[in-house]
């Protein structure tokens, strides 16, 4: 998944449109590098700007396990 990839998803899938836009602003290219570099496993691909399904599955799993431990 490229960074127009993720930015796509997590501003059309992962983001609520009832959220205010300033104090919830939608994701950017810089956004989604900091994910890509957080959750990428493997470095060449990091380095790449691309998120592979490992590194996709880590961060849906992670934002998942994040909203039932409320933070």
Do not use: W
């Not at 205010?20 to 602003?25: G, R, T, V, Y």
């Amino acid at each position: 998944m490229c960074i127009a990839q993720l930015v796509e998803f997590l501003n059309k899938t992962q983001r609520d449109p009832r959220l205010n836009e300033i104090l919830h602003p939608y994701a950017n290219a810089a956004r989604a590098k900091e994910l890509i570099q957080e959750y990428e496993p493997n470095k060449f691909n990091a380095q790449k700007n691309q998120l592979s399904l490992d590194g996709f599955l880590r961060y849906v799993l992670n934002v998942r396990r994040q909203s039932h431990c409320g933070a």
